[in-house]
């Protein structure tokens, strides 16, 4: 896989329209103008789990809640493109959760009012997603035909990678 650093475009549309934080009440999710690179990809990853002998190569991360977890792919399939791969969230407080399979998935996660931290937590029990029509209009232009509710993403994501946080925390120190 090639070390590709620019956003696909479905996830650039995404990307470009506001996230509303609106007080705790809206999504907490600030995405970055573009992936970061792999030297600082690296040295969060190194500093997430304290072990200096690991890089980042797995991931590209896009964006991060206000607490500084981060929004990332996660290359965990060999030879298939990036918006193929799954979505992931590590936060700052050693939060994990795969929460969408794919960029298509993702998307519709984002049209259903979630972000990547509260599809990945539920540390908000009184929080209510709100769906938002122009992250629907971007799901129905890129992934047309996957609809799916933010509630099947985020399963079909966790039943498909139950270890995600288990391959993580292995490699923490």
Known sequence: MTDERQFPEPLA???????????????????FPAFLSA?????????????AELSGDDFRVFGQDGSGGYAAFWLIRQHSPLVDQP?????????TGVVACDLGAFLWLLAGGFGPWEAATS???????????????????????????????????????????DIVMALCR
């Open 123 to 165: 540390y908000e029990p009184d929080w209510t997603p709100s769906p938002n029509r122009e992250l629907a209009a971007v799901a129905e232009r890129f992934a047309a035909g996957r609809e799916r509710s933010a509630a099947a993403v985020i399963e079909q994501a966790t039943r498909e990678f139950p270890d995600f946080d």
């Open 87 to 95: 979505v992931v969230f590590l936060g700052s407080e050693g939060e």
């Open 39 to 51: 030297e600082e990809t690296t040295d969060w990853f190194r500093a997430w789990t304290g072990n």
């Open 13 to 31: 549309a995404a990307l470009a329209l506001p996230f509303e934080y609106d007080g705790g009440d809206g999504v907490d999710f600030e995405p």
